[in-house]
């Protein structure tokens, strides 16, 4: 335990996601042997992106303005629509410039024992999205875990009334991985979503 400050900025570093407590003391010590300029810098930027970012008023990404930049470019194909959990998954996917329709952040996924369900995400705002006809295939990119799982098997039965194409990203084994190391669901997984070799 340090005394005052110090273990107050060591304290509230800890309290971000995935900074333990001695990762949280290693940048508070950082942060100490820094110029006062870089620290200011930091600081800054800080306030700045908690005044001016906000998410997007259609499909929830983080953005500057009212509507994201993907959002508001007509360039991309209105008829698909990739449903992920957070806004750092729609940079994931844009990332392999293999997808051009538009995207909706459901904000996390279902997880009953952290207490959220589909009221807690913006599965409500995802249905008017959907009502005009304009899109016609939804992809689910969900995360291959349990709550991802959970929360495509409920969006998938949500939207089946609506007769729209719904998909799953495929899953499997990934590049340069043995078999011997994979688990059941992955192999499992590999095997449903076996394809042609021609």
Known sequence: MYEG?????????GRLPGVGPKSAQRIAFHLLQAEPVDVRRLADVLIEVKARVKFCSVCFNVSEDEQCRICRDER????????????KDVVAIERTREF????????GAISPIDGIGPDQLHVKEL????????????ILAT?????????ATYLTRLLAP???RVTRLASGLPVGGDLEYADEVTLGRAF???????
Request: aromatic share 4%; hydrophobic share 35%.
């Open 5 to 13: 400050v110090v273990q107050d900025l060591i304290d509230e570093l």
């Open 76 to 87: 991309r194909d209105p008829s698909v629509l990739c449903v992920v959990e957070e806004y």
């Open 100 to 107: 051009r329709g538009r995207y909706h952040v459901l904000g």
């Open 127 to 138: 249905m008017p999205r959907l009502a005009d006809g304009t899109v016609t295939e939804v």
């Open 143 to 151: 995360d291959p875990n349990l709550e991802g799982e959970a929360t």
């Open 162 to 164: 609506m007769g729209l």
């Open 192 to 198: 449903a979503g076996r394809r042609s070799a021609q």
